[in-house]
């Protein structure tokens, strides 16, 4: 660096002498999307321009053809061009603020009693898609509160609920197109539902029975399916963002209409790969939607101590990405923004990020105990007064879509289906032992022959600590 700025000054000071430049200054240039250069046509002088959205040549000053003679008082207007991009100058010295004094304000259509706030910017929704998303929001409580309730029996050993986040999962599947790339955190098993993910299937997960696509080789509620384009989802936070750009700089060299989608909590954007994600899909111009539920909390740790901006929507800005925040409990809100940000992801080729406003009514998950670090009267608030499934409801019923009968037949018949899928899963046999030790290599190394040799003979001293047919 120290070298290209003396030379730099060496050339400048030159060009003074012997052309009688006072300065060196490009015009301005406002085109606002990047010419597409073709692989002959991109010489190794051409470079990405971080501060202009478009690729040009680097500054050879014999060939510049902006040069141009000025006086000692430039206007402010004009930029200095620098490898890094044009950018402007000043001759104050005046540090950015932290942040804004306003808030990026929250896009929400619906008002806590369901009903629409006037002039509402808003995709319209059809009898037949409010009734399946209502009932889809419901079929997830059942599923949560059930599935919960067997943790607790000690049927499964693990679950995680999606209580007070329904509205993000279902309306942000309901907007999307099936041949979307989904790539989950944990909390959007609305997503697999909505895209035809059976009770069934998600019992026979929870339970790691011989059904479950995953081998039992997963946690309960580590939910993935092939055949509805969902990536299976991974315990390590935040590790699906950069994937998410990938997918989505695939689909984009495929050239399908298609883009992906990936969700984090507001936690995970304190990973490295969060940030990584974002620029990597920015740069690439990656057609990725980034959903990110704020809900307040990462387990216990409060979004104050989690970052100083507001909140996560700024993020996007910082890496170039077109942004939006929006109320997570308004279903009408999250399908408008999330249908809005896809389409615009396909068809211009972007990235998106999405900030969803909610609040995490249940624990973290079944090894959490949330009224240790907030208050019960705080979570009572929040599932009774600001319920996104009770404020789509009142908005269904006040169009007559919905009845009370309706809801009665609903969950009744939801709570007897996953009952049933229940039994049925406990009924399967475990995955065999040897499915701990396939599919790792094409053929088993010394090592790990080794280890399945051992932890056979360990289950055969001690069958009754194991499942039965686990030895097979």
Not at 207 to 236: E, L, W
Request: charged share 25%.
């Amino acid at each position: 660096m120290a070298i290209w700025f003396a030379r730099s000054r060496t050339l400048v000071s030159s060009l003074r002498q012997n052309l009688g430049l006072s300065a060196i200054f490009i015009k301005h240039n406002y085109s606002s999307r990047r010419p597409v250069f073709t692989n002959s046509q991109l010489s190794p002088r051409v470079f990405l321009d971080p501060f202009s959205s478009y690729r040009h040549e680097s500054t050879a000053v014999e060939t510049h053809p902006y040069l141009v003679q000025q006086s000692d008082h430039e206007d402010d207007a004009q930029e200095l061009d620098f490898p890094g991009g044009k950018v402007g100058y000043t001759s104050e010295m005046k540090f950015i603020p932290e942040s804004s004094s306003r808030r990026i304000p929250c896009y929400r259509v619906l008002n806590e009693h369901g009903k629409i706030i006037s002039d509402s910017d808003f995709i319209p929704v059809s009898e037949k898609l409010a009734v399946r998303m209502y009932e889809q929001m419901a079929t997830l409580q059942v599923m949560d509160h059930i599935f919960y309730e067997a943790q607790r029996q000690g049927r499964i050993s693990f679950y995680l609920t999606s209580v007070g986040e329904e509205a993000i999962n279902i309306a942000s599947a309901a907007a999307l197109s099936p041949e979307d790339v989904v790539l989950p955190q944990y909390r959007e098993p609305g997503v697999l539902l909505w895209r035809g993910f059976t009770l069934e299937e998600f019992a026979n997960q929870c339970f790691g029975n011989k059904a479950d696509y995953g081998k039992g080789r997963q946690m309960p509620i580590h939910y993935g399916s092939n055949q509805h384009n969902y990536f299976t989802v991974s315990s390590p936070i935040a590790t699906q963002l950069p994937q998410a750009a990938g997918v989505g700089y695939a689909l984009k060299m495929e050239k399908k209409n298609a883009c992906a989608v990936t969700f984090i909590g507001d936690g995970g954007t304190s990973e490295g790969d969060f940030h990584a994600g974002l620029n990597f899909a920015a740069v690439m111009e990656a057609p990725v939607v980034f959903i990110c539920r704020n809900n307040g909390w990462a387990i216990s740790t409060h979004i104050s101590e989690q970052f100083r901006s507001d909140g996560i929507v700024v993020k996007g800005q910082a890496y170039g990405i077109r942004s939006i925040r929006v109320d997570g409990n308004d279903a009408l809100a999250v399908y408008s923004a999330v249908r809005s940000a896809r389409e615009m992801a396909v068809k211009e080729q972007r990235p998106v990020l999405i900030e969803a406003m909610t609040y995490r009514v249940g624990h973290h998950s079944t090894s959490d105990d949330s009224t240790k670090y907030r208050a019960a009267d705080e979570i009572q608030y929040w599932k009774m007064s600001r319920n996104p499934v009770n404020r789509f409801k009142k908005w269904v019923e006040d169009n007559g879509w919905w009845s009370e009968e309706d809801e009665s037949k609903l969950r009744s018949s939801t709570r007897k289906q996953l009952l049933q899928a229940i039994q049925a899963a406990e009924k399967w046999e475990k995955q065999p032992l040897t499915e701990l030790f396939n599919d790792v290599y094409d053929v088993k190394t010394k090592n790990l022959e080794e280890q399945e040799l051992g932890l056979k003979e360990l289950v055969e001293k001690q069958p009754q600590d194991y499942p039965l047919g686990f030895h097979n």
